[in-house]
């Protein structure tokens, strides 16, 4: 164990918990939300995000959970990961960092590091040195104390690209000594480093990830429409495409989640402060959003249609509710939204998620189990591509039930 070095991070949610089960490995780590709830969960070993099991959550180095502010004191090494969400009109709310920073600068001593993580607009790292950090702490950054601002890459669902087996941006702009002691800690994180010292450069560079990824699934949505509305066999047209050696193979989707909607916003909002329009990013937002409209559209032309044919009120069963396969997390998820929508209209439809987080399944009275039931249904509608879901598809297929798959999941 490194006695020197005590990292805190502050947040633990889908980015900070497994920030901090890797460094607690290395480190006596502190572990800190302001969420009670949260705290006491993880300390009976309870990820309610279902990223880890209990047998993960075993604690070494005499490291601890903790929702007491008091215990930030006895870190040198603050790590921050909370949310950075988008206010209704879309536009940067970085009160949760704000919170953050105010907490640290109180607790700050001379020699001590801070590192953000979160996702923000280019030049928030320097807005928050010197609106929060400084003045809060009455020392100095780059004298006194020094921040970085490494960006995270974590893939919830994605048991492939976990944190220790990716690539992982510093931005260190401080000295070598300053440097070695931060990659001492992060080279126990990631697999490897990527280093810069422009942390502009490392927070545009997270932004622009996302933005490429919410640009490329939104061209192919649009593509989707445009099939749609043409009657042309898209999965036919994808084949041919694909053919050639430079065509990237994108699948169409409800983008939701707290990052490919959230990021085109941030950046664009820092654009628009220095009197730049962004083009092409709303209108990938405009054109993944619409897909909520185009989805629900063809569920209910269904029903129209179930009803004219067969004379009868279909019972529906809508699959899938999370923002993405294989997530418990609903936060912007349009099928939730979908369904939420369709359930105000339709009395006989049930939504069923068998990953979708506890206390969401019971808010809006999602299914976790249909074995009984799953026969009683005249339309089923698949939304997300869950593991467990292919071979409710299968069955269903098997059973001829009448299927809507909008977003083309399934062959
Ligand atoms: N989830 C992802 O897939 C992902 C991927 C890459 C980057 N990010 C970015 O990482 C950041 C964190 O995202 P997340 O998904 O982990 O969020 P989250 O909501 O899952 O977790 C954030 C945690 O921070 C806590 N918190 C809020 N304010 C606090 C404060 N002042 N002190 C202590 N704890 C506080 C909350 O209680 C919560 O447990 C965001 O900026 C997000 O954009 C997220």
């Known amino acids: 164990m490194n ?25 006596f780590s502190i572990g800190f939300d302001n969420d009670k709830k949260r705290i006491k969960n993880l300390r009976k070993k309870i990820d309610t995000n279902k990223e880890f099991k209990k047998q993960n959550l075993t604690i070494k180095n005499r490291s601890i959970f903790s929702s007491n502010q008091s215990i930030l004191k006895k870190s040198n090494f603050f790590i921050v990961t909370v949310p950075t969400p988008v206010t209704k009109n879309n536009k940067p709310d970085i009160s949760f960092l704000k919170n953050a920073s105010i907490l640290i600068a109180k607790n700050l001593k001379k020699g001590d590091i801070v590192i953000f993580e979160s996702t923000v607009f280019p030049s928030t790292t320097n807005y928050l040195i010197n609106n929060y950090l400084n003045k809060f702490s009455n020392l100095v950054e780059g004298k006194h104390f020094f921040v970085g601002y490494s960006p995270e890459r974590v893939n919830p669902g994605d048991s492939k690209h976990t944190i220790s087996k990716i690539k992982k941006i510093l931005a260190i702009p401080g000295s070598v000594k300053i440097k070695n002691r931060v990659k001492s800690v992060y080279k126990h994180v990631s697999k490897k480093l990527i280093l810069t010292n422009s942390i ?36 036919e ?15 169409p989707g409800l983008v939701g989640g707290h990052c490919l909607p959230v990021d085109p916003h941030y950046l664009n909002y820092i654009a628009q402060l220095n009197k730049m329009k962004l083009k092409t990013l709303l209108a990938g937002r405009d054109v993944n959003n619409s897909m909520q409209k185009f989805v629900s559209k063809k569920i209910e032309e269904k029903i129209i249609s179930i009803r004219k044919e067969k004379k009868i009120d279909p019972k529906i069963l809508i699959c899938g509710l999370t923002y993405k ?32 987080e506890d206390k969401i399944l019971s808010k809006f009275k999602i299914e976790r189990d249909i074995e009984k039931t799953k026969d009683s249904f005249d339309l089923v509608v698949f939304l997300v591509d869950h593991k467990k879901n292919k071979s409710l598809y299968k069955y269903f297929k098997r059973q001829k039930k009448i299927i809507i798959d909008p977003l083309k999941l399934y062959k």
């Not at 047209?237 to 699948?251: C, D, E, G, Q, Y």
């Not at 396969?325 to 068998?354: A, E, H, P, T, W």
């Open 3 to 27: 006695n020197k070095i005590k990292p805190c991070v502050i947040g633990l949610g889908y980015v900070g918990l497994p920030l901090f089960l890797r460094l607690q490995t290395k480190f």
């Open 200 to 235: 502009e450069s490392a927070e545009t560079a997270k932004v622009i990830e996302n933005i490429q990824r919410d640009l490329n699934i939104a061209f192919i949505n649009e593509i989707l429409l445009f099939t749609d509305k043409m009657k042309y066999n898209f999965d």
């Open 237 to 251: 047209i994808l084949r041919l495409a694909s053919s050639k050696w430079n065509f990237i193979k994108f699948r």
């Open 325 to 356: 396969k294989n997530v418990s997390d609903v936060r912007n998820s349009l099928s939730l939204k979908i369904f939420i929508n369709l359930k105000k209209k339709y009395k006989q439809i049930v939504g069923f998620d068998n990953v979708c």
